[in-house]
């Protein structure tokens, strides 16, 4: 298997935390999303969405995280990522989906270089528009957290649900947004972070990180 990704890619973070999980090989291939790699003939042929992670198996390229992240679920169930029972993976999935639809999507690089490029807004006005964001997700993921989580987000085994929670803390204390308001989601992601399968899945630690 090889990897698209890219070293601070919240995205491609949450993708080799559990590819790591798994305990499955696969090689990195680095694209450089501040240069437009993303954007080049060679990677929109392999994969037409443009983005990071893309997970090549063979031949066959699957785009999107979710979409990756379901499908090493679905081929490689040990160690399961979900828990058993419809409703606790929902609940699961709630948290997933705060993050990943609600969050992320207006954080990303592209977004960012908007505001900045073609709205012409100064650091201090991105940074009040990422901290409006993270807050209003984190407000909502901490109160799932004070219900449901025990080590991890919910209960004592890891799911993908941590999958995602620690790299958007991880984004987050790079953009040095406050997280006394939030300290089920700081614990968690804490817990998560003394896991050698998250310590390896780090940006610093990505054979592109400077």
Same mark, same amino acid.
């Not at 390896?200 to 990505?206: I, L, S, V, W």
């Given at each position: 298997?090889?990897?698209?990704?890219?070293?601070?890619?919240?995205?491609?973070?949450?993708?080799?935390?559990?590819?790591?999980?798994?305990?499955?090989?696969?090689?990195? $291939? $680095?694209?450089?999303?501040?240069?437009?790699?993303?954007?080049?003939? /060679?990677?929109?042929?392999?994969?037409?969405?443009?983005?990071?992670? $893309?997970?090549?198996?063979?031949?066959?390229?699957?785009?999107?995280?979710?979409?990756?992240?379901?499908?090493?679920?679905?081929?490689?169930?040990?160690?399961?990522?979900?828990?058993?029972?419809?409703?606790?993976?929902? =609940?699961?999935?709630?948290?997933?989906?705060?993050?990943?639809?609600?969050? =992320?999507?207006?954080?990303?690089?592209?977004?960012?270089?908007?505001?900045?490029?073609?709205?012409?807004?100064?650091?201090?006005?991105?940074?009040?528009?990422?901290?409006?964001?993270?807050?209003?997700? &984190?407000?909502?993921?901490?109160?799932?957290?004070?219900?449901?989580?025990?080590? &991890?987000?919910?209960?004592?085994?890891?799911?993908?649900?941590?999958?995602?929670? $620690?790299?958007?803390?991880?984004?987050?204390?790079?953009?040095?947004?406050?997280?006394?308001?939030?300290?089920?989601?700081?614990?968690?992601? /804490? =817990?998560?972070?003394?896991?050698?399968? &998250?310590?390896?899945?780090?940006?610093?630690?990505?054979?592109?990180?400077?």
């Amino acid at each position: 298997m090889k990897l698209y990704s890219y070293y601070r890619s919240s995205a491609a973070y949450r993708v080799r935390i559990a590819m790591n999980l798994k305990a499955l090989e696969y090689e990195y $291939a $680095a694209i450089n999303l501040l240069a437009q790699e993303q954007k080049s003939e /060679d990677y929109l042929a392999e994969n037409p969405q443009g983005l990071v992670p $893309a997970l090549d198996i063979g031949g066959e390229v699957i785009a999107q995280s979710g979409a990756i992240l379901e499908w090493l679920e679905e081929t490689e169930p040990t160690p399961a990522l979900l828990p058993t029972g419809a409703l606790a993976r929902s =609940h699961v999935r709630s948290i997933i989906n705060n993050i990943a639809c609600d969050v =992320h999507p207006i954080l990303n690089i592209a977004v960012l270089n908007y505001l900045k490029d073609e709205l012409d807004c100064d650091k201090a006005q991105v940074q009040q528009w990422y901290q409006t964001w993270v807050d209003r997700a &984190f407000e909502s993921v901490e109160t799932l957290l004070q219900r449901y989580s025990g080590d &991890f987000c919910y209960g004592d085994k890891v799911t993908l649900a941590d999958c995602y929670l $620690a790299p958007q803390v991880y984004n987050a204390k790079r953009f040095k947004i406050p997280m006394d308001p939030y300290p089920a989601i700081t614990r968690v992601a /804490d =817990h998560c972070n003394t896991l050698p399968e &998250f310590v390896a899945a780090q940006p610093e630690r990505q054979p592109d990180a400077p």
